[in-house]
């Protein structure tokens, strides 16, 4: 069992930056793929960013690129999500989870169904 807490929302205006940061239990961190998804009111949940077990790849959403950054810190059992240059539409509670797979290819990351356990979530609000 991995429990996950993400913390770092809040509202900002257009253009600002939030960092998110997700904290995991467990002292097995560094085997894990990390993701970060997103859900907007009345949308499907989204994938946002992975990062692999030791930070070399990391992988994002089309809209985000370039204005956000993931990255994880194993020895703090930690992963972060920096977003600049928010925009409303990155409007959405933000997940953290895991992918427990030993093999697993980038486009598995993207899915969410290849996620094993998921934080609860932290609202992100970008104001125009």
């Known amino acids: 069992q991995v429990q996950l807490i993400e913390s770092g929302g809040g509202l900002v205006q257009a253009g600002g930056s939030l960092r998110l940061s997700c904290a995991a239990s467990g002292r097995t961190f560094s085997s894990y793929a990390m993701g970060w998804f997103r859900q907007a009111p009345g949308k499907e949940r989204e994938f946002v960013a992975a990062i692999n077990r030791n930070g070399g790849n990391t992988y994002y959403a089309d809209s985000v690129k370039g204005r956000f950054t993931i990255s994880r810190d194993n020895a703090k059992n930690a992963v972060y999500l920096q977003m600049n240059s928010l925009k409303p539409e990155d409007t959405a509670v933000y997940y953290c989870?895991?992918?427990?797979?030993?093999?697993?290819?980038?486009?598995?990351?993207?899915?969410?169904?290849?996620?094993?356990?998921w934080g609860q979530g932290t609202q992100v609000t970008v104001s125009s």
């Open positions: 989870a895991v992918n427990r797979a030993q093999y697993y290819s980038g486009s598995d990351l993207r899915s969410d169904a290849n996620y094993d356990y």
